[in-house]
């Protein structure tokens, strides 16, 4: 065996990927990330990023992140337990926990990270995992890292959950695992219920909140305060590289007892770099900034409620979640995708997904919309659609 090999192997896959017209190409951004951005020298309203906030690019953020580098230098070179915990480490870590209403937190390189770090530290060929068919590929990854028992139940359905939940026996710890917030449709999860079921049948509960921290929830803390169940959560893993800034690493935030476990056993924390010092002080940023600035969440909800009803009015078919991700639906795998490309060549940009990314039938294209937008931006997006694309029969 040798590379030629591999490469006719990989000639094959590349070929088929783009067969199936899958191949994704890279835009290059000539320009900080925002409201409007430029590619290929011509500037677009940015509709697909989860800039939630409109935080992402701003001068504030860097100059807290340069504030920081100035403080405390350019690299660690250590994991966190050898010679890469800093003061700005610990001081995110209690105002992330103190952000979210949890008792500790643990900072990761990446919310991905995170999640591969939980799941294999805590849960052994004794327990059993149930998933929520939807989640995040970092959390069936994760799960897939374990010797435990693993029961994927249907999308939000509480009665395949309680039966995922009945059919397990003999097990020492049993941990429900869900999205707060699903990137594609940007369906809530229900963790009323949820928790209420892990009650029933004597169950953990894991939420993975990186769409939801920063935008829903009275006080921008996620899907946990909006459905009223912070103290019933076990583990919260999350992210900054989304709303809370968008340059990257993460967090588990949890009971005191198991942070202090994953400081000692979780793979992915022990054996990597600590978080660069410039990103936890936007970080740091962020969780003060955000509470202190609930307009950006007003303009948020105005904007995402503004789209909505108006692609509502125009014929279209959008879905009926608060959040922000704003799916709209097309009958055609084909025309998400040309009606994506002509909104960009109109100065919109938007991705189209379709089969196998979404569901056959199923094809749409995913708006984003951000408190950075203005109501000209969404009046302006929803009049490209309607002239573009013909609503959805
Ligand atoms: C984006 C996302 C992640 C990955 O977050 P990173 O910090 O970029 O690794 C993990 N889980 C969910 C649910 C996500 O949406």
């Keep these: 065996m040798s590379y030629a090999d591999l490469q ?45 906030l409109g935080l992402s690019g701003t001068g504030s953020l860097r100059q807290a992140s340069d504030e920081a580098l100035q403080t405390w230098g350019f690299g660690l070179a250590s994991v966190r337990f050898i010679c890469g915990t800093q003061g700005i480490h610990k001081e995110l870590e209690t105002a992330t926990a103190s952000f979210l209403g949890m008792e500790d937190a643990v900072l990761y390189s990446s919310c991905f990270m995170a999640n591969v770090g939980l799941f294999q530290t805590f849960f052994t060929d004794e327990d059993a995992i149930i998933s929520d068919e939807l989640n995040h590929a970092s959390i069936i990854d994760a799960v897939r890292l374990t010797k435990s028992e693993r029961l994927i139940y249907q999308h939000m359905d509480m009665a395949d959950l309680e039966t995922k939940l009945q059919s397990v026996s003999g097990k020492r710890l049993k941990v429900i695992a869900t999205d707060g917030v699903f990137s594609m449709d940007g369906h809530i999860a229900p963790l ?37 169940t912070i103290d019933r959560i076990d583990f919260l893993t999350g992210t900054y590289g989304k709303a809370l800034g968008g340059a990257g690493g993460a967090y ?77 639906m097309f009958a055609e795998e084909s025309i998400a995708v040309s009606t994506a490309k002509a909104m960009f060549d109109e ?47």
């Design 8 to 52: 006719a192997i990989l000639q094959t896959e590349l070929q088929s990927i783009r067969d199936q017209s899958l191949y994704k190409e890279e835009h290059v951004l000539q320009s900080p990330q925002g409201r409007e951005i430029t590619i290929d020298g011509k500037k677009l309203l940015n509709f697909c990023s989860n800039n939630y």
């Design 192 to 228: 009323a219920e949820i928790c209420d079921l892990a009650d029933k049948y004597g169950a953990l509960v894991m939420v993975d909140d990186a769409h939801g921290v920063g935008v829903l929830g009275t006080n921008s803390k996620g899907t946990p305060e909006q459905t009223g």
């Design 252 to 328: 588990t935030a949890t009971k005191k007892e198991a942070a202090e476990f994953l400081r000692q056993r979780s793979r992915t924390y022990l054996f990597s770099n600590a978080l660069d010092t410039g990103i936890a002080g936007a970080a740091l940023f962020a969780l003060d900034y955000i509470p202190k600035h609930p307009e950006l969440r007003e303009n948020l909800y105005a904007n995402t409620q503004f789209f909505r009803q108006e692609m509502k009015k125009a014929g279209f078919t959008v879905s009926e979640s608060e959040h922000p991700i704003t799916p709209v």
């Design 347 to 393: 100065g919109i940009f938007v991705v189209g997904f379709s089969f196998p990314v979404v569901p056959k039938g199923k094809a749409r294209i995913r708006v984003q919309i951000s408190a950075a937008h203005t109501k000209d931006d969404i009046t302006l997006l929803v009049e490209k659609f309607a002239a573009i694309a013909s609503p959805k029969a």
